[in-house]
C-alpha cells in the first residue's frame, strides 16, 4: 500500500491478465474431459491434460494440425467434423454423440460440445471444444439394449403363453405371438385396448378385471383360473399370472400378463372326477342289484336241492338259474369296467394249475352250450400245466370267449377250446363256426362297449364289455389275446398266450375263499340281514343244506340272538339301519362265546377295497351277494 495512503488500483488489462491465468490454471488441471481450442479453421490451438489423457496427444504432437484427426474414415469421408463447425458457427454451440479416434487408432464413444469465440464485434475468432469419454454408458447401454432385444425375441417366440404389458390403468402395450395363438386377435386389434375384453360378461359383471389388478398391487401379484374369451367368443379354461411393474423411482408402471391355456388339464380333471363318480356309481348298482339278486339266487338254489320237483317246474328253475348266473356276471363285468377305468383292477397271482381253470370255466358255461345245443370239444394236456396266476380271473376270460362263442353261434353249431403247451406258454384257442366278424370289425372287437353287428343282431343281449375285459386281465397277466375270423359267418377263433412262470410255494393267503368250518357237518349259523327275503331265503337254503340256521333283521336282534342261540357262525349283512354291520361284528367280538364264534361279512359291496375293509376290520371271510351254494359249501364243510 503508498505511503501517502491513497489506493492505486490494478489496471484492466492486468485484471483480464490475471482472470485469464486462472482460467488457464483451471483448463490444465482438468483430467476427466478434453479442453482445447481450435482456430476458425479448426486447427488445434490448445492442448490440456485432459485431452492428452483422453485422445493420447502431447501438446506438440497435435497443436497445429487439424481437429479432424480425431475423427473416423467413414464420418471424415461425410464431411461431418466440417458440419459441426457450420452448427456451432450458426446456432453458438453444437452438441454431438458419436464414435472418435485416440493416437493410437482405438476407438471410443465421445460427447463433443463446440462453442462459437467471438469477439467484441462479434467476429468469429475461433471455437472451444470440449470432450469427455461415454464409452463405459455407451457399453452399459448397448448392454442393455442387447437385454431388452434378447428378452423380446425371448418373449415373442413362446408360442405356449400369451405374455403382454398392460399400463397402470390396463390398457395392452405390448403383445406376443403366444397372446396371438392362444386369444387369436392380431398385435394390431389388440394394443391400447383395455384387457378386460378377455373376460366373460359374468366377470365383468362382477368388477373381476378392476379387482385382479388392484390385488396385484396389494399383495405383488396375483394367480387365478377361469373362463376366458377369444376373439371368436370360444371359451377357454386358462391359467393368469398378474405380476404389477415399478420404475427405478418406485412408481407403478404397468403389469406384466402371462396366460396359459389350461382347457386340457381342466378336461382331465373333469374326466378323472367323472370316472370317479361313475366308479361310485357303479359300486352302488352293483350293490342295490346285488340285494335283489340274494334271494332269487337263494330260492333257486333251494329249488335245485328238492329232489321231486315236476319236470316243468324243474325246466322254469334251470331257466332262472342260466339267466340269474347271466345277470350276476353282467353286474360283475359292470364293476370290472369301472375298475379298469380307474385303474385299480388288481390280480391275486398264485400257484394253480391251468387245467382246472379251463373245467371250471367250461363247467360255467356248460347250461348255456347245452340250451343251445352246441356240439362242444374239449382238448386238454393230460398233465397239469402249472403257473402263476389269478384263478378267478383266468376263469373270468376264458368264460367270456366261451360265453360269446355260445351266444353269437347258431343253435347246433360247433364250439371247441384246445390248450397246448408251447415252450414257456399255455396257448387257449377257442373257435367256433358261429356268425364270425367282419374284416373292418376286427381291430375294434376288443374295445369298451362295442358289439360287432349289435344292430344286425338286436336279439343278443350284451354290454360289450366281456372282449374288453379278456384282454385287459390277459396283459395283467403278461399274455396275449388275439381275434381271427375269415368273416360274417365263416366263424371265428380266439387265441390266449399266457406266460409260464416259475411257481413258488403255494401262498397260504386264501382271502377271497372261506376256510372250510372244523366245528362238524351241523353248525349253528345266525343270519342278519335287514332285507328281509333274503335273510329267510339264505336261512331256507342253510336248512336245506343241514344247517341250523336262525334269521333276524337287525343288529339289537343280532345280539339277542347271539347270546342265546350261541352260533358257531355268523353271515352277517353290513349295510343295516342303526347300528351296521361293522358296529356289530365289535359287538360279537365281546361276548364270551367270542372265540368259537366266526364272523362272515354277507354284502352286496364286492370291490377289492371293500374285501380289504372287511378283513381288515375283523371279519374272517367276505361273501359278496349273491351267494351260490358251492360258496357255502366251502363254508361249512370240516376242512
Known amino acids: 500500500m503508498p505511503s501517502d495512503g491513497n489506493v492505486r488500483l490494478a489496471s484492466p488489462a492486468t485484471t483480464l491478465q490475471h ?56 464420418v471424415l469421408a461425410a464431411g461431418w467434423p466440417q458440419e459441426e463447425l457450420r452448427r456451432a458457427t450458426r446456432e453458438g454451440r453444437f452438441e454431438d454423440e458419436g464414435w472418435r479416434i485416440r493416437k493410437d487408432g482405438s476407438r471410443f464413444w465421445a460427447n463433443v460440445v463446440i462453442t462459437a469465440l467471438r469477439d467484441d464485434n462479434g ?57 396371438t395363438a392362444l386369444k387369436g386377435y392380431a398385435a394390431s386389434e389388440v394394443l391400447g385396448r383395455h384387457f378386460s375384453i378377455f373376460y366373460t360378461a359374468a366377470d365383468l359383471a362382477a368388477g373381476k378385471p378392476a379387482r385382479e389388478l388392484e390385488q396385484a398391487v396389494r399383495e405383488g401379484g396375483v394367480h387365478d383360473e377361469g373362463w376366458r374369451v377369444r376373439k371368436d367368443g370360444s371359451l377357454f379354461w386358462a391359467g393368469v399370472t398378474i ?28 374326466l378323472e372326477d367323472s370316472s370317479r363318480r ?35 317246474v324243474s325246466a322254469c328253475r334251470d331257466i332262472i338259474d342260466r339267466q340269474l348266473s347271466h345277470l350276476t356276471r353282467l353286474v360283475d363285468d359292470l364293476l370290472d369296467v369301472g375298475r379298469i377305468t380307474t385303474g385299480k383292477i388288481s390280480l391275486r397271482r398264485e400257484p394253480l394249475n391251468f387245467n382246472e381253470v379251463v373245467l371250471r370255466s367250461v363247467e360255467a358255461c356248460r347250461p348255456l352250450i347245452e340250451a343251445r345245443q ?23 376270460v376264458l368264460q367270456n370267449l366261451l360265453t360269446n362263442a355260445a351266444k353269437y353261434t347258431s343253435p347246433g353249431g360247433q364250439i371247441s377250446l384246445a390248450v397246448q403247451v408251447e415252450g414257456g406258454t399255455v396257448v387257449t384257442t377257442v373257435s367256433d363256426n358261429g356268425r364270425g366278424i367282419a374284416p373292418e370289425a376286427l381291430r375294434r372287437v376288443f374295445d369298451l362297449f362295442v358289439q360287432e353287428g349289435a344292430n344286425n343282431d338286436p336279439g343278443e343281449s350284451g354290454l360289450g364289455i366281456g372282449l374288453t375285459l379278456a384282454r385287459t386281465l390277459v396283459e395283467m397277466h403278461g399274455g396275449s389275446i388275439r381275434a381271427d375270423s375269415e368273416g360274417r359267418d365263416k366263424g371265428s ?122 378283513l381288515e376290520a375283523g371279519f374272517e371271510a367276505h361273501l359278496t351277494k349273491p351267494v351260490g351254494v358251492e360258496q357255502l359249501r366251502g363254508l361249512l364243510e370240516p376242512g
Open 19 to 74: 482472470s485469464e491465468e486462472r482460467f488457464r490454471l483451471l483448463v490444465e488441471a482438468v483430467e476427466d474431459y478434453a479442453i482445447f481450442l481450435l482456430d476458425p479453421n479448426g486447427i488445434v490451438t490448445s492442448w490440456n491434460p485432459g485431452a492428452q489423457k483422453l485422445k493420447g496427444y502431447l501438446p506438440h504432437e497435435i497443436i497445429g494440425k487439424s481437429f479432424t484427426e480425431f475423427y473416423p474414415k467413414e
Open 123 to 179: 467476429g468469429l475468432y475461433g471455437f472451444a471444444k470440449v470432450t469427455r469419454d461415454l464409452t463405459e454408458r455407451r457399453r452399459h447401454e448397448e448392454n442393455l439394449r442387447e437385454s431388452e432385444e434378447r428378452f423380446r425375441l425371448l418373449v415373442n417366440s413362446v408360442r405356449d403363453y400369451a405374455i403382454f404389458m398392460l399400463d397402470p390403468e390396463g390398457h395392452i402395450e405390448s403383445w406376443n405371438a403366444g397372446a
Open 243 to 270: 405380476t404389477p411393474v415399478y420404475n427405478a423411482a418406485g412408481s407403478l408402471r404397468g403389469y406384466a400378463k402371462v396366460t396359459r391355456d389350461m382347457s386340457e388339464r381342466r378336461r382331465l380333471a373333469d
Open 278 to 312: 361313475m366308479s361310485e356309481f357303479l359300486a352302488m348298482l352293483a350293490h342295490e342289484l346285488r340285494n335283489p339278486l340274494a334271494p332269487i339266487r337263494n330260492a333257486v338254489s333251494i329249488m335245485q336241492l328238492e329232489k321231486a320237483v315236476p319236470p316243468r
Open 374 to 396: 352246441h356240439e362242444f370239444t374239449l382238448e386238454l394236456p393230460p398233465e397239469p400245466i402249472e403257473m402263476l396266476g389269478d384263478d378267478t380271473r383266468l376263469v373270468q
Open 493 to 614: 377263433r380266439f387265441t390266449v398266450r399266457l406266460p409260464l412262470a416259475s411257481v413258488p410255494g403255494a401262498d397260504s393267503s386264501q382271502q377271497d375263499r372261506p376256510s372250510a368250518s372244523a366245528l362238524g357237518q351241523r353248525l349253528r349259523v345266525l343270519v342278519v340281514d335287514d332285507n328281509r327275503d333274503s335273510a329267510d331265503t339264505m336261512g331256507g337254503l342253510l336248512r336245506v343244506l343241514g344247517q341250523d340256521a336262525q334269521v333276524v333283521y337287525d343288529g339289537e336282534a343280532a345280539m339277542a340272538a347271539a347270546e342265546r342261540f350261541r352260533p358257531e357262525l355268523v353271515l352277517l349283512d353290513l349295510n343295516m339301519p342303526g347300528t351296521n354291520g361293522f358296529g356289530v361284528m365289535q359287538r360279537l367280538r365281546n361276548l364270551p362265546q367270542a372265540p368259537a364264534m366266526r364272523v362272515v361279512a354277507m354284502t352286496g359291496y364286492g370291490q377289492e377295497a371293500d374285501k380289504a375293509r372287511t
